[in-house]
């Protein structure tokens, strides 16, 4: 169950929510408190299938759903509704659920931040909901029926590869409907600019992070999972060099609350799974993947197996807060294989 903690001091508003022993939000300022319980009032989803979704206001325009999987954001304004990731395909319809209770509007575009099923499983669900901007005529030889009228998905190409291969479980009305391999991709709804970075061999190889410039939030998918070390899937092109590069694009596309660090504002970032954290919080974790990683490097030079490298324990000083489970012994071991590959 979540629980709401309503405090007044330095900062007037904090409201912690646990799901699965994660916290989901930081302290926020005087200024949003009466804005965001407002809001919360208003949007917290109802059971839906899901007893534990929480929408979380962010921005005036741009919310979090909790709960539901992966983490997912949306952004909502006069052209409809942005929506990325979507959970998995067991809490789709409470998604969508939770978002037509914050506004009317159509879901647009779905951006997808990777193949995971905890992000893309509700993608035929949450677009069969919405509707494409592609109406009437559909403009320029483009069918009224265009996407079957359902919203946009929008990923990079490794997603539609992963998605579309034989075996993968997912049907043709979830596969991404536009896809791109350049570094960056963008697009304009909603009065202000949307980028999406694409994050080559890192979590895997179709990552991406979407910028809301105007909001000043970004969505980062499992490149960056505060419940956890970083989950490197070695099958499906992940390595370790690519998700300490894509944490730097996160550091330096981010801005934090400078030069008056007294106030808890600055860039948002919705991680792949875990709590709302600034730009600081994503140098922390940058800082303490790369020690890991220059720990195993250098055992690994001493002429150390695998199993000897695990035995010195190279995460010590970490893992009582990321390495729940096996997440410990798996990450140390997708660094000891990415280093052994040949850049």
Same mark, same amino acid.
Request: charged share 20%.
């Given at each position: 169950?979540?629980y709401?903690e309503y405090?007044?001091?330095?900062?007037?508003?904090?409201r912690q929510?646990?799901?699965s022993?994660?916290?989901?939000?930081k302290p926020y300022?005087?200024?949003?408190?009466?804005?965001a319980v407002?809001?919360?009032?208003?949007?917290r989803a109802?059971?839906s299938g899901?007893?534990n979704?929480?929408v979380l206001?962010l921005r005036?325009?741009?919310y979090? $759903?909790?709960?539901a999987g992966?983490?997912?954001?949306?952004?909502?304004?006069?052209?409809?509704?942005?929506v990325v990731d979507?959970?998995?395909?067991?809490?789709?319809?409470?998604?969508?659920?939770?978002?037509r209770k914050?506004?009317?509007?159509?879901?647009?575009?779905? $951006?997808n931040?990777s193949?995971?099923?905890d992000?893309v499983g509700?993608?035929a669900?949450v677009a069969k909901?919405?509707?494409t901007l592609f109406?009437?005529?559909?403009g320029?030889?483009v069918?009224?029926d265009?996407l079957g009228?359902?919203a946009?998905?929008?990923?990079?190409?490794?997603v539609?590869?992963?998605?579309?291969?034989a075996?993968?479980?997912f049907?043709?009305?979830?596969w991404?409907s536009?896809t791109f391999n350049?570094p960056?991709?963008?697009?304009?709804l909603?009065?202000?600019?949307?980028?999406?970075?694409?994050?080559?061999?890192?979590?895997?190889?179709?990552d991406?992070?979407?910028f809301?410039?105007?909001?000043d939030?970004?969505?980062?998918?499992?490149?960056?999972?505060t419940t956890?070390?970083?989950?490197?899937?070695?099958a499906r092109g992940g390595?370790i060099q690519g998700v300490?590069?894509?944490?730097?694009?996160l550091v330096?596309?981010?801005?934090?609350?400078?030069p008056?660090?007294s106030?808890?504002e600055?860039?948002? $970032?919705?991680?792949?799974?875990?709590?709302?954290?600034?730009?600081v919080d994503?140098v922390?974790y940058?800082?303490?993947?790369t020690i890991i990683r220059?720990?195993?490097?250098d055992?690994?030079?001493?002429g150390m197996?695998?199993?000897?490298?695990?035995?010195?324990?190279?995460a010590?000083?970490?893992?009582?807060?990321y390495g729940?489970?096996?997440?410990?012994?798996d990450f140390?071991?997708?660094?000891?294989?990415?280093?052994?590959e040949?850049?």
């Amino acid at each position: 169950m979540g629980y709401h903690e309503y405090a007044f001091g330095k900062y007037a508003f904090k409201r912690q929510a646990r799901m699965s022993h994660q916290h989901y939000w930081k302290p926020y300022p005087a200024k949003f408190c009466l804005a965001a319980v407002l809001a919360l009032s208003l949007v917290r989803a109802q059971p839906s299938g899901n007893n534990n979704l929480e929408v979380l206001p962010l921005r005036p325009n741009f919310y979090m $759903i909790a709960g539901a999987g992966g983490n997912i954001g949306f952004q909502v304004g006069a052209d409809g509704v942005v929506v990325v990731d979507t959970g998995s395909a067991a809490n789709a319809d409470a998604v969508v659920a939770a978002i037509r209770k914050v506004t009317p509007q159509p879901i647009r575009y779905i $951006i997808n931040t990777s193949a995971d099923a905890d992000h893309v499983g509700g993608n035929a669900i949450v677009a069969k909901a919405g509707q494409t901007l592609f109406t009437g005529n559909g403009g320029a030889g483009v069918a009224a029926d265009f996407l079957g009228g359902g919203a946009s998905i929008l990923s990079v190409e490794e997603v539609l590869t992963r998605m579309s291969s034989a075996g993968s479980g997912f049907a043709l009305n979830s596969w991404p409907s536009e896809t791109f391999n350049q570094p960056r991709k963008y697009v304009y709804l909603n009065g202000e600019g949307i980028e999406i970075f694409r994050q080559p061999v890192a979590h895997t190889d179709g990552d991406a992070m979407v910028f809301f410039r105007r909001s000043d939030v970004i969505v980062a998918g499992d490149v960056f999972d505060t419940t956890r070390f970083p989950v490197i899937d070695l099958a499906r092109g992940g390595s370790i060099q690519g998700v300490i590069a894509a944490l730097q694009k996160l550091v330096d596309t981010a801005i934090p609350s400078v030069p008056i660090v007294s106030r808890d504002e600055g860039t948002l $970032i919705i991680p792949g799974h875990g709590h709302i954290c600034d730009q600081v919080d994503v140098v922390e974790y940058r800082d303490m993947v790369t020690i890991i990683r220059d720990r195993v490097r250098d055992l690994k030079k001493q002429g150390m197996s695998l199993a000897q490298v695990k035995e010195a324990a190279p995460a010590r000083g970490y893992m009582k807060r990321y390495g729940a489970g096996s997440a410990t012994n798996d990450f140390v071991e997708a660094v000891y294989k990415s280093l052994s590959e040949k850049p």
